[in-house]
C-alpha cells in the first residue's frame, strides 16, 4: 500500500490544483461528478463519497489511508469540503484546524455570534431554523435583509428580501429549511465591498492583500463583467481592513491556514461580512498571486503541508481580475483565448468552458466562463481594460433540452 502525506477533500477545485495531482503522496476524497475531472489530471488514488458534506462518509473513505500514514495532513480547498477537512483532523489527532474551528468558519450564524463577542463589527442578525420563523423575523425587521443559508458556500441561496410580497413568495417555495436554517441579516447600504486574502501563521495575518469589487457582490447578475482589484499597500482603507482581519482570525480562533474576508463600507465605516478559511474563489488568486509575486495555491499547500517555508512576499502593485460572464446551454463559440490577452491591460486569461460543453445554470446570481488576470498602469486605469474585455468577449450558447 502506498504510503500518503496529504488527503485533499476535493470538489470544484481540480484546475487550481493541477500540479499536485501527479504526486502520489496525495489521495483525493471526492463526488461523483468531479471524479472524471480528477482522473483526467492523473490523480492516482481516488475515494469516492456520495457528498463531501457527509463527514462521516468521508472518515469512512479516509480510515485506511490514515491508518497506514500516521503523519499525514488534510487540505480542504473549497468552501464545502472545509468541515469534513476539520473532522478528519480532530477524529484521528491530525494537525491543521480541527472540527470546532471549521464550524466557526463554515456556520454563518455561530460565526456573526463570535465576531459580535469579540466586538469585531457585523451587520444586525438572527439565526432561524424554520419557515414561521423566518418571515416572522424579516417582518419584525422591516422586509429590508439579506438571507442566507447558515450553511453556505459563495452566493448560492443568498437572497435580498425588500417587501412582504417577496418574501411570502419565497417562504411558500420552502420545502425543507437548508441544514441550519438561515442567517437573517440587516441589509447594509454598502458603498464598497473588499476582500483580503492571506496565510495565517501564529493566529496573524501574513503576506495579507486587499482588493476591492468593482461593484457589491449583491449587485452581480448574469451577464456582470465582476472583479476586483488590487488595493495599495500603503492604502489607509486596507490597512484597516488587515486590522479588522487579524481581529477575525482571532475571534474565530484559527492558528494556521488560510482567510478569504469578504468587508463592506457604508458610511459609518467597515463591517465583517463573511470569512472562509480556504482561498477565494473566482479569480481571486490570479490576482493574489501575481500581487504577491509567488503561487498562493502552492504556498497554501505548503502551508497545510507542515512544509517549512518562508512566507513573507512582496508585493507588485496594479493588478486585478475580471470574471468571463456565462450564462447556460451548449457553447457554440467563444473568444480565443489569446485575442483576449492581446487587449492591452490583459495579462493572462483561464477558460474554464470551450465549444461543445453544456454550461449549467448557477445556484448563485452570477456564473463565469473564465477570467483575465489584468494590470492597470497610470495611462491605463482599471476600469478602461475591463470596458474593453466587456466590449471584445464574444460567448454563444444554444439551449439544452
Not at 500514514?69 to 487540505?75: D, G, H, T
Not at 467597515?270 to 509575486?293: K, M, Y
Not at 480565443?336 to 490583459?346: A, F, K, M, S
Amino acid at each position: 500500500m502506498s504510503v500518503h502525506d496529504l488527503i485533499v477533500v476535493g470538489t470544484n477545485k481540480a484546475h487550481a490544483l493541477g500540479f499536485l495531482w501527479p504526486d502520489p503522496a496525495v489521495h483525493l476524497i471526492t463526488e461523483p461528478w468531479y471524479e472524471s475531472d480528477y482522473r483526467g489530471l492523473g490523480v492516482q488514488s481516488i475515494s469516492v463519497v456520495p457528498d463531501v458534506r457527509d463527514v462521516e462518509a468521508v472518515r469512512r473513505a479516509a480510515d485506511s489511508v490514515i491508518s497506514s500514514s500516521p503523519r499525514l495532513r488534510v487540505l480542504a480547498p473549497s468552501e464545502r469540503s472545509v468541515l469534513a477537512a476539520g473532522f478528519l483532523r480532530t477524529c484521528y489527532g491530525l494537525e491543521g484546524t480541527g472540527f470546532e474551528t471549521s464550524v466557526n468558519f463554515t456556520s454563518k450564524p455561530i460565526m456573526a455570534r463570535k465576531f459580535a463577542e469579540a466586538g469585531v463589527p457585523v451587520a444586525g442578525n438572527a439565526w432561524v431554523t424554520t419557515a414561521p420563523a423566518l418571515v416572522d423575523e424579516v417582518s419584525r425587521r422591516g422586509h429590508d435583509v439579506v438571507i442566507k443559508p447558515a450553511m453556505g458556500t459563495g452566493n448560492a441561496g443568498v437572497l435580498r428580501i425588500s417587501g412582504g410580497e417577496q418574501l411570502q413568495t419565497y417562504a411558500e417555495s420552502i420545502s425543507v429549511p437548508p441544514p441550519g436554517g438561515w442567517l437573517v441579516q440587516d441589509r447594509v447600504a454598502v458603498e464598497h465591498e473588499f476582500h483580503l486574502d492571506a496565510l495565517v501563521v501564529n493566529h496573524q495575518l501574513c503576506g495579507p492583500v486587499v482588493s476591492q469589487y468593482f461593484e457589491p457582490c449583491l449587485n452581480w447578475t448574469t451577464g456582470t463583467f465582476f472583479g476586483s482589484f488590487v488595493l495599495d499597500e500603503a492604502n489607509p482603507t486596507a490597512l484597516d481592513i488587515i486590522s479588522l482581519g487579524n481581529r477575525a482570525v482571532r475571534a474565530l480562533g484559527l492558528r494556521s491556514g488560510v482567510v478569504h474576508l469578504e468587508v463592506f463600507q457604508d458610511r459609518y465605516g467597515l463591517i465583517c461580512n463573511e470569512i472562509a478559511c480556504r482561498p477565494g474563489g473566482d479569480g481571486v488568486t490570479l490576482s493574489v498571486s501575481a500581487t504577491r509575486g509567488r503561487d498562493f495555491w502552492t504556498d497554501v499547500i505548503a502551508l497545510e503541508r507542515g512544509w517549512s517555508s518562508d512566507h513573507s512576499s512582496s508585493i507588485f502593485p496594479g493588478y486585478g481580475w475580471v470574471a468571463l460572464p456565462r450564462g447556460s446551454g451548449r457553447v457554440r463559440s467563444i473568444s480565443d483565448r489569446r485575442e483576449l490577452e492581446g487587449i492591452d491591460g490583459v495579462v493572462a486569461v483561464d477558460l474554464t468552458v470551450r465549444e461543445g460543453d453544456i454550461m449549467r445554470r448557477s445556484n448563485g446570481g452570477y456564473a463565469a466562463a473564465g477570467f483575465c488576470l489584468v494590470q492597470s498602469r497610470d495611462d491605463l486605469p482599471m476600469e478602461r481594460i475591463r470596458e474593453q474585455i466587456r466590449a471584445q468577449f464574444i460567448l454563444e450558447a444554444d439551449p439544452v433540452a
